[in-house]
């Protein structure tokens, strides 16, 4: 699998017989999150799927690509752009983390006093 972005390309499978598999996550204007996951029925389009989970949950992807962002907006001079974004996902990393009570000790660790 490539790991570049192709950047300002509206990759569709009907537009290309090289793209095997795709996975498209979008935003709208209130904020929600969507994705699409489509494939070729073929044994490539069904290792392409498998490759780009892989690569997103066990091969650091979104690092990868979170990086590619960084240097992208160096080069375009959007560094504020980019510093507005980290602190955002620091927001939402700390509002998950506050909604959540951690366990200090889990209960069948607990002594009876």
């Not at 699998?1 to 209130?30: F, G, P, R």
């Not at 240097?71 to 990393?93: G, H, K, P, R, W």
Request: charged fraction near 25%; charge should be negative.
């Amino acid at each position: 699998m490539n790991e570049q972005s192709s950047n300002n390309q509206d990759l569709s499978l009907n537009d290309s017989k090289e793209i095997a598999s795709k996975l498209v996550i979008s935003v709208d204007n209130a904020g929600s999150i969507s994705y699409n996951c489509d494939w070729e029925p073929t044994e490539e389009g069904l290792i392409g799927v498998a490759s780009i989970l892989y690569k997103l949950l066990l091969d650091d992807l979104a690092i990868k690509i979170f990086e590619e962002i960084k240097s992208q907006c160096v080069l375009n001079n959007a560094e504020t752009d980019f510093a507005a974004i980290e602190s955002m996902m620091q927001q939402y990393s700390i509002l998950n983390h506050k909604d959540s009570e951690e366990v200090v000790v889990p209960p069948d660790k607990m002594v009876n006093l």
